[in-house]
């Protein structure tokens, strides 16, 4: 099973609206990180939120981590058409050296 | 552009059939990664190596392969390949600096093996 699991599955949108996805996992971790995935081609990082962290930003993006629900959450604020993606949370585990990517949630923003 | 390239594209090939992908980290990084992305199974983990040496292993087949050699690039050998072997084989690369802990990836552009 994954360690890391994102709801929603998929998420419609209108553009300038605000996104908001979530991440749970199961086992402590040292850090989480969000990447997106355009259609078809390679993941994008997009932020590492270390385990003694509660909040990170960055330009748009908003990422929350709760080690007590052991979960996370990813706010993009204002969406743009451009932001339609799939977005993944990953988590390491065995001791920091494997990540478990979970199964994406996929973003659709209309313009 | 990652960084981080990746050969071939694509590949088509038959069952049975063995094949090699590679990919070349970004400038400075040790560590590199194989992921392998299909629809009804997400991404999954395949391997990592570190500096040369195998860091962790994920859910990788008795029939697939791997090595980082001396210039740091990598390899992944597919034998004996199924039908379900046909996903997108992704290679990523990250600095090292934690010792082969996990850390920021850098992804390359996926090699999309399709097998008949």
């Known amino acids: 099973s994954q360690q890391g699991e994102e709801d929603p599955q998929a998420l419609s949108i209108q553009e300038g609206e605000n996104a908001t996805m979530n991440c749970s996992y199961k086992?402590?971790?040292?850090?989480l990180q969000w990447y997106r995935q355009n259609s078809g081609r390679g993941l994008v990082h997009l932020i590492l939120?270390?385990?003694?962290?509660r909040e990170k930003h960055s330009g748009r993006l908003r990422v929350t981590l709760d080690t007590s629900k052991k979960s996370s959450s990813l706010l993009i604020t204002a969406s743009r058409a451009a932001d339609t993606a799939s977005y993944f949370c990953?988590?390491?585990?065995?001791?920091?050296?494997?990540?478990?990517f979970g199964a994406g949630t996929r973003l659709f923003v209309k313009a | 552009d990652s960084g981080v390239t990746q050969t071939p594209k694509h590949l088509i090939t038959a069952t049975g059939q063995r094949v090699t992908l590679r990919c070349s980290p970004r400038?400075?990084?040790?560590?590199v990664y194989w992921y392998q992305q299909s629809l009804d199974q997400g991404l999954q983990f395949l391997i990592q190596y570190y500096n040369g040496e195998e860091r962790a292993k994920g859910n990788i087949l008795e029939r697939f392969s791997a090595q980082q050699f001396p210039d740091l690039h990598s390899e992944l050998n597919l034998s004996s390949l199924e039908l379900g072997d046909s996903a997108l084989y992704f290679c990523?690369?990250?600095?090292?600096?934690?010792?082969?802990?996990?850390?920021?990836?850098?992804f390359g552009p996926g090699t999309r093996l399709l097998v008949l």
């Open positions: 086992t402590s971790i040292n850090n």
């Open positions: 990953a988590t390491d585990s065995s001791g920091g050296f494997k990540t478990i």
């Open positions: 939120i270390r385990s003694n962290e």
């Open positions: 990523a690369s990250s600095p090292g600096t934690s010792g082969g802990r996990a850390e920021t990836q850098y």
């Open positions: 400038s400075g990084d040790l560590s």
